[in-house]
Nanobody
Framework: QVQLVESGGGLVRSGGSLRLSCTAS????????MGWYRQAPGKQRELVAG????????KYGDFVKGRFTISRDDAKNTVYLQMNSLEPEDTAVYYC??????????????WGQGTQVTVSS
């Protein structure tokens, strides 16, 4: 019933940029946090960036170092991740994450299917 549609992944050269988008739909009463995690083969999934559903508070993984910016469009129920100065170490599958309350006032967490980001040297 909840859908997260991700887009924007692809192949980019070192130093290039990509913008990821994630649009949420379905039985969502309130969004607490939307964000992005990533996972490379053989490694743990890690936080890239998150943004609260109100107030626009943000949090970034330590590796971001000012290169990425997360933003929100409430009208479209969409979160964006602008990634600049990409490095080969950023290569991973990027997953959209939604922390939300449904119409039963139950808090849930939902994951997108993931989009591949590959950075070549």
């Amino acid at each position: 019933q909840v859908q997260l549609v991700e887009s924007g992944g692809g192949l980019v050269r070192s130093g290039g940029s990509l913008r990821l988008s994630c649009t949420a739909s379905g039985s969502i009463l309130k969004t607490y946090v939307m964000g992005w995690y990533r996972q490379a083969p053989g490694k743990q999934r890690e936080l890239v960036a998150g943004i609260t559903g109100d107030g626009d508070a943000t949090k970034y993984g330590d590796f971001v170092k000012g290169r990425f910016t997360i933003s929100r469009d409430d009208a479209k129920n969409t979160v964006y991740l602008q990634m600049n100065s990409l490095e080969p170490e950023d290569t991973a599958v990027y997953y959209c994450n939604l922390d939300f309350a449904d119409y039963y006032l139950t808090r849930n967490q939902y994951w997108g299917q993931g989009t591949q980001v590959t950075v070549s040297s």
